[in-house]
Nanobody, 122 residues
């Protein structure tokens, strides 16, 4: 049974930093492309960042230069370091995994976590 468990969400002031973690189990983590997505209230879920099995990295333009995705295959964990947070970063952040092609499209991800809330106050 595949499980993705996010953690690290919190309430933080604008300009602050958070580090999200996603611990994976039940899958061959090192062979998966891992992604972070987010969904703000009343909005569709959107792509944030992704890292391939070869550590090729992709970012949404809205977070480029502020967020950093990384993975630790020994710990089956993917991270999202978020710096210079803005109120518009407020959302539920989801971790996802796919064994398919390199992609930033959410419908191509096979497995999803339950999400972790990030709230940025102004």
């Amino acid at each position: 049974q595949v499980q993705l468990v996010e953690s690290g969400g919190a309430l933080v002031q604008a300009g602050g930093s958070l580090r999200l973690s996603c611990a994976a189990s039940g899958l061959t983590f090192s062979s998966k492309m891992m992604g972070w997505f987010r969904q703000a209230p009343g909005k569709a879920r959107e792509f944030v960042a992704a890292i391939s099995r070869y550590s090729t990295i992709y970012y949404a333009n809205s977070v480029k230069g502020r967020f950093t995705i990384s993975r630790d295959n020994a710990k089956n964990t993917v991270y999202l370091q978020m710096n210079s947070l803005k109120p518009e970063d407020t959302a539920v952040y989801y971790c996802a995994a796919t064994g398919g092609q390199v992609t930033t499209r959410e419908w191509e991800y096979d497995y999803w976590g339950q999400g972790t809330q990030v709230t940025v106050s102004s």
